[in-house]
């Protein structure tokens, strides 16, 4: 039942709490492991470390760093560990965001701007592959850049030839990601950087997803060619605390390979009343809380912590694939080693299941995917906090795959809403 009208006198607290707590009763029990995405559960013992840091930082403001010295403290280190996992240099600097989509944000203007000063670029181009998050069109619709894309191979990577294509005088920025969301095949990192660094372009990897599992994942002797700073070219890399880092909502790392390329992301401004105004990102007042609790997280876990959470998460998303293969009807689109995958109709067989259909059968089970398209998919990003319901999960999947087998197909795709 919602609440109407702002109540015109307050209401005891524990009243109010507990219809807040009530109005989550529909809410997915992602706390069981029962959801694969949206938020990533790396155990109860880290969310309660989380939750204390928070509490610590509720009400600070990282807006002021010379106010809060200790959050700026705290976005350096995490930057610098960041920059140490991921193979920066010693010049290697970044700042914090609120999460994935602002780091894109600001990596792209960041590219945009180099490209006016340092090439006269005015008409600026930004060229990436369908598999590139959404947040990319967004920040070349807010920035004024012309996007130019290509698609994919047949392994679901970006088409590096059909890139080659579109790269010119104009091109501001040239995007790969590690790995990309939908189907979770990295891209061509080091040939995309090589191209990018033809035409002096900055090359953004979005590893948004990765950047907290892949370096976790080599040392677990599964490698992937060089798609962070190793790979040169590479001027800028995003990896989201907030996702497999395992932190609260809230935030995300962008890094540049050099305190010059980091210049071009920072605003500055001195014609206000109010003084000289400067901001590292699009955010004005900024809470300390999701930097605090990512310090105490990322502290707390350490290398070995990661490791494990790592193991465990891409275990578990091995077992998925193998059964999801296993199944006659379904495929896992493209070949995926890490954390993400896309359940997809099997074309060559003679009774496809419809995605979709199965959405809903895994839905009337307890379970939450995204649906994603084209083509028609549930998506999956395992965390280590699905590994508990493992059992229960691809016994379900086998029960739902036979439910819909030649049902009708499922409501339309929504990886994010608006209401
Ligand atoms: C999640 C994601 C983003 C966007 O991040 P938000 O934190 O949702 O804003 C960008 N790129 C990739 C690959 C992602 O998985």
Known sequence: MGNRSLPSQGRPANEVLADLAAKRDGDVRWAEGRTFGLVFDGGTDVRAVAEEAASLYF?????????????????????????????????????LTSGGSESILCAVEAAR???????????????????????????????????????????????????????????????ASAPPYPQGVVDPVIEIAELAATVGANCHVDACMGGFVLPFAEMEGRSTPAWDFRADGVTSISADLHKLGYAPKGVSVLLHRSRDLRRYQTFEFDGWLGGRYATPNLQGTRSGLPMAAAWAVVQYLGVDGYRRLVRTTLNTADRI?????????LRVLGDPVHHLLAIAADPDSDRPIEPFALGEALAARGWHHDRQGPPESLHLTVSAGNAAALDEYLSDLTSAAEESRGGPSGRATNYATLE
């Open 321 to 329: 694939r193998e059964q999801v293969r296993s199944i006659d009807g």
């Open 59 to 95: 009400h600070e403001n990282a807006l002021n760093t010379q106010a809060f010295p200790s959050l700026g403290a705290i976005q350096s280190e995490l930057c610098r560990w960041t920059a140490d996992l991921l193979h920066g240099g010693d010049d290697t600097a970044g700042f």
């Open 113 to 175: 701007e180099r490209a006016r000063a340092e090439r006269g670029v005015t008409e600026p181009e930004l060229v990436l592959a369908t598999n590139a998050h959404a947040a990319f069109h967004k920040a070349a619709h807010l920035f004024g850049l012309q996007a130019r894309v290509v698609g994919v191979g047949d392994d679901w990577a970006a088409d590096v030839e059909a890139m080659a294509d579109m790269v010119g005088p104009d091109t501001a920025l040239v995007v």
